[in-house]
């Protein structure tokens, strides 16, 4: 077997230098549906990851399953293969009333309540979106026939999809009471995955960004974060040919 | 907290007294010169840290008002500011560099911050980040495109902040009994790609998601780095303390073409 990673069994030549990455593997049709000439590559584990072209560039689509580990793996196997953007398209319960179901949220940053991103870097080090790319997506996202209304703002990233709401304060820690403590630092949605995309980017001299449908029944789909996600990559695929690369750091 | 007379406790400043955009300079040294950029700039007060300057930029009223060293000061700052009417800050100061590409005499507009300070701490969750506002971050950036002076190698740059709370920490590690943990930690800051260190945007930047309100940074660079370890080269030379004194007035320059920006912006929504 030639050099393919490890749980993606991914080759060089299966990918170019951006991605959009999604929990579930059924929405990877949908995301490649605005790709042209896509094509499935592989499909090992919860890890589907498809083939297209956007601007004669070849964009990858792979799904990375539920939650921060399986997330992070999939932005180190793409990163190991050269991959240097990343644009997660998903879901994302909202903490009302700062947001609503049906509203697309881009991510500025995200609160880092998962496990993963304390294996990379301290807890002061903030998992904050590449800032170029979410420009671009903001911009792309303003052109859009029919426009989309996009809210931009911190998200919150859980391990703990049914943890519980309401405690009794005198039997546990405060800790427990968070969505009160996000809702007053204005946090708009929660999701399972953000943060530790955005901090295993920063660590692995990656581009990332998030878009999240907000839910509450789980019954929409993903295809205006994926149209948003195809265009805006689009945009800055066209900006990365004109500027300097010193935006990897932004 | 107002004091008898209605004027907000440590700032001594009531409603009416600063426009809705604040330039936030460290030190008070610095507010002249940042009001020397308003129309019709007065001195409204100067208690403890606090000195501001009000003035018109493009017709609409903002001020400047120095906050002192740190977290602590720094947000009582911008909540005292918030407290009578102010909603957009953007801090001027001056940073170090921590990576080779950010050079003496560059800016570093902060997307992110690194939250080493204790302020943060006792108003959101270690979790939460400090992030800037992105309006403020764009704003900031347009107006810093038409400040690069490429030729001599003077540029500016978007990325993460290490906001420490010790500025001898930082200088003097091995002295300190928690060099292990400065050294730790500092390396895990590098390795996730911050590009500068100062004293007190994740202070602000937490405080202003509490707010509500919008708060961006950007510094002026004081040194260069070399090489994996991080040798530091101060301004020393007179070339290089050149580059740094003049790049006060490039730094201030660009956070009042911002504030524009945003004047503009703001009016066409």
Same mark, same amino acid.
């Given at each position: 077997?030639?050099?393919?990673?490890?749980?993606?069994?991914?080759?060089?030549?299966?990918?170019?230098?951006?991605?959009?990455?999604?929990?579930?593997?059924?929405?990877?049709?949908?995301?490649?549906?605005?790709?042209?000439?896509?094509?499935?590559?592989?499909?090992?584990?919860?890890?589907?990851?498809?083939?297209?072209?956007? &601007?004669?560039?070849?964009?990858?689509?792979?799904?990375? *399953?539920?939650?921060?580990?399986?997330?992070?793996?999939?932005?180190?196997?793409?990163?190991?293969?050269?991959?240097?953007?990343?644009?997660?398209?998903?879901?994302?319960?909202?903490?009302?009333?700062?947001?609503?179901? &049906?509203?697309?949220?881009?991510?500025?940053?995200?609160?880092?309540?998962?496990?993963?991103?304390?294996?990379?870097?301290?807890?002061?080090?903030?998992?904050?979106?590449?800032?170029?790319?979410?420009?671009?997506?903001?911009?792309?996202?303003?052109?859009?026939?029919?426009?989309?209304?996009?809210?931009?703002?911190?998200?919150?990233?859980?391990?703990?999809?049914?943890?519980?709401?309401?405690?009794?304060?005198?039997?546990?820690?405060?800790?427990?009471?968070?969505?009160?403590? @996000?809702?007053?630092?204005?946090?708009?949605?929660?999701?399972?995955?953000?943060?530790?995309?955005?901090?295993?980017?920063?660590?692995? @001299?990656?581009?990332?960004?998030?878009?999240?449908?907000?839910?509450?029944?789980?019954?929409?789909?993903?295809?205006?974060?994926?149209?948003? =996600?195809?265009?805006?990559?689009?945009?800055?695929?066209?900006?990365?040919?004109?500027?300097?690369?010193?935006?990897?750091?932004? | 907290?107002?004091?008898?007379?209605?004027?907000?406790?440590?700032?001594?400043?009531?409603?009416?007294?600063?426009?809705?955009?604040?330039?936030?300079?460290?030190?008070?040294?610095?507010?002249?010169?940042?009001?020397?950029?308003?129309?019709?700039?007065?001195?409204?007060?100067?208690?403890?840290?606090?000195?501001?300057?009000?003035?018109?930029?493009?017709?609409?009223?903002?001020?400047?008002?120095?906050? *002192?060293?740190?977290?602590?000061?720094?947000?009582?700052?911008?909540?005292?500011?918030?407290?009578?009417?102010?909603?957009?800050?953007?801090?001027?100061?001056?940073?170090?560099?921590?990576?080779?590409?950010?050079?003496?005499?560059?800016?570093?507009?902060?997307?992110?911050?690194?939250?080493?300070?204790?302020?943060?701490?006792?108003?959101?969750?270690?979790?939460?980040?400090?992030?800037?506002?992105?309006?403020?971050?764009?704003?900031?950036?347009?107006?810093?495109?038409?400040?690069?002076?490429?030729?001599? *190698?003077?540029?500016?740059?978007?990325?993460?902040?290490?906001?420490?709370?010790?500025?001898?920490?930082?200088? &003097?590690?091995?002295?300190?009994?928690?060099?292990?943990?400065?050294?730790?930690?500092?390396?895990?800051?590098?390795?996730? *790609?911050?590009?500068?260190?100062?004293?007190?945007?994740?202070?602000?930047?937490?405080?202003?998601?509490?707010?509500?309100?919008?708060?961006?940074?950007?510094?002026?660079?004081?040194?260069?780095?070399?090489?994996?370890?991080?040798?530091?080269?101060?301004?020393?030379?007179?070339?290089?303390?050149?580059?740094?004194?003049?790049?006060?007035?490039?730094? &201030?320059?660009? =956070?009042?073409?911002?504030?524009?920006?945003?004047?503009?912006?703001?009016?066409?929504?």
């Amino acid at each position: 077997m030639e050099n393919r990673t490890h749980f993606t069994r991914l080759t060089r030549e299966d990918v170019g230098r951006y991605a959009i990455i999604t929990e579930n593997p059924a929405d990877c049709e949908i995301i490649a549906s605005f790709l042209e000439d896509a094509k499935t590559i592989s499909y090992h584990r919860e890890f589907k990851a498809m083939l297209g072209t956007k &601007n004669r560039e070849r964009i990858t689509v792979l799904s990375y *399953g539920i939650g921060s580990p399986s997330a992070a793996i999939a932005v180190e196997e793409l990163a190991s293969l050269g991959v240097d953007t990343v644009v997660r398209v998903g879901f994302a319960t909202p903490i009302e009333p700062n947001a609503q179901p &049906n509203d697309i949220v881009l991510a500025t940053a995200a609160v880092k309540m998962d496990g993963t991103c304390a294996d990379y870097v301290p807890m002061e080090f903030p998992a904050v979106a590449n800032y170029v790319l979410n420009r671009t997506l903001e911009q792309a996202a303003a052109g859009q026939n029919p426009g989309i209304t996009l809210k931009l703002g911190i998200v919150e990233s859980k391990d703990a999809f049914y943890r519980p709401k309401e405690f009794d304060r005198t039997l546990i820690t405060n800790e427990f009471i968070l969505d009160r403590a @996000w809702r007053k630092g204005k946090v708009l949605c929660s999701d399972m995955e953000t943060a530790a995309i955005f901090v295993v980017s920063r660590c692995r @001299w990656v581009r990332a960004a998030s878009i999240s449908r907000v839910t509450s029944t789980g019954e929409e789909d993903i295809t205006p974060c994926a149209r948003l =996600a195809a265009e805006g990559l689009g945009q800055f695929i066209e900006l990365d040919k004109t500027e300097p690369s010193g935006c990897l750091l932004t | 907290m107002v004091t008898k007379e209605g004027l907000q406790f440590h700032i001594r400043l009531k409603e009416g007294d600063v426009g809705r955009y604040v330039f936030l300079p460290g030190d008070p040294g610095r507010c002249e010169g940042i009001a020397s950029l308003f129309d019709h700039p007065q001195k409204i007060a100067y208690n403890r840290e606090y000195l501001t300057y009000t003035g018109y930029v493009d017709g609409v009223k903002v001020s400047v008002m120095s906050t *002192g060293i740190g977290g602590p000061s720094a947000t009582i700052a911008i909540e005292e500011l918030a407290a009578i009417g102010a909603d957009t800050f953007i801090r001027v100061g001056t940073g170090g560099s921590l990576h080779e590409r950010v050079q003496l005499g560059d800016v570093v507009i902060a997307n992110g911050a690194i939250r080493m300070d204790g302020t943060s701490k006792e108003y959101m969750q270690p979790q939460f980040p400090a992030v800037a506002d992105f309006q403020v971050v764009k704003a900031l950036e347009d107006a810093a495109k038409n400040h690069d002076d490429v030729e001599n *190698g003077l540029r500016h740059h978007v990325g993460i902040v290490k906001n420490k709370d010790s500025y001898y920490g930082q200088h &003097n590690p091995e002295r300190m009994g928690v060099e292990e943990e400065l050294f730790a930690k500092h390396e895990g800051f590098v390795y996730g *790609g911050a590009i500068a260190g100062e004293m007190e945007s994740a202070a602000l930047f937490v405080a202003a998601s509490v707010l509500g309100v919008r708060c961006g940074a950007i510094f002026l660079i004081g040194n260069n780095v070399r090489g994996s370890d991080q040798q530091m080269d101060r301004a020393s030379s007179g070339e290089s303390t050149r580059r740094f004194y003049g790049g006060h007035g490039r730094a &201030n320059k660009i =956070a009042v073409d911002a504030v524009r920006l945003l004047i503009q912006r703001d009016q066409a929504n």
